[in-house]
């Protein structure tokens, strides 16, 4: 092993080590919202001391992965609705004003990158898995918007995503039936920017798109509400 391998190695604590574990059995979807963590199974787990992962459960707890609640001790955070909706609106504004933005300076390769993703998406809706579809449809927004030359835009609309991320699930999860409509109108998008749609046509179809995930869900969680967008 190199010496900066070693170095790095070495500089990584105990209490790292267990927080990158827990994280990524939550993002995974392993741990699912509600899921008992249990410090002593999850110390012996990663042949440690309980002292790094209660460490590890507190820093996960200030991001709002991990809730502690008195006589019940640590769980993964439940969906919180109210939070998704308001990161959504933010995406949704953002995202769609980037997209349009980029659109002129996409190129024909990258209007072929984003539509090789979506057909990947289309084919994997018979054997529908959420995650996964989420990761994807993430890449296809990303090349579209990508290019839009504002720089603090662009990290608005990766900040807001990393925040939906941080939730740890897929909406896909709770509405897959908004998959096909999802995939469809992604197609839509691309050909309005290959077509040379004035931006604000391409601004109000990312809108929708991004209005229509927001709303599936919402009906889903509030089925007698009317969905406050």
Known sequence: ?????????????????AYAWI??????SQFTPGYR???????????????????AIRQLEAEGLVTFERNVGARVSMVDDTQYRYTMQVITI???AATALA?????????RRARAVNDVMVASLDRFEPRTFSVLNQE????????????RL?????????????????IFEFVPE??????????????????????TTIEDAVRRHRKGTLAAFLTHEHPDETPAL
């Open 154 to 170: 662009i990290e608005m609309v990766d900040a807001e995503w990393t925040r939906l991320n941080h939730m740890r699930y897929s």
């Open 94 to 96: 953002v995202e769609s």
């Open 103 to 111: 659109a002129p300076r996409l190129t024909a390769d990258d209007l």
């Open 1 to 17: 092993m190199a010496p900066e391998a070693v170095k790095s190695v070495q500089t990584v604590s105990k209490s790292q080590r």
């Open 23 to 28: 994280k990524g059995q939550i993002t995974s």
């Open 37 to 55: 963590l249990v410090l002593p199974a999850i110390a012996k787990e990663l042949d440690m001391s309980v002292v790094p992962v209660r460490e």
């Open 178 to 199: 908004r998959a096909r409509e999802s995939v469809r109108e992604h197609e839509e998008i691309v050909t309005l920017i290959e077509n040379g749609a004035p931006v």
């Open 140 to 151: 296809f927004h990303a090349i579209l918007y990508s290019k839009c030359g504002n720089p």
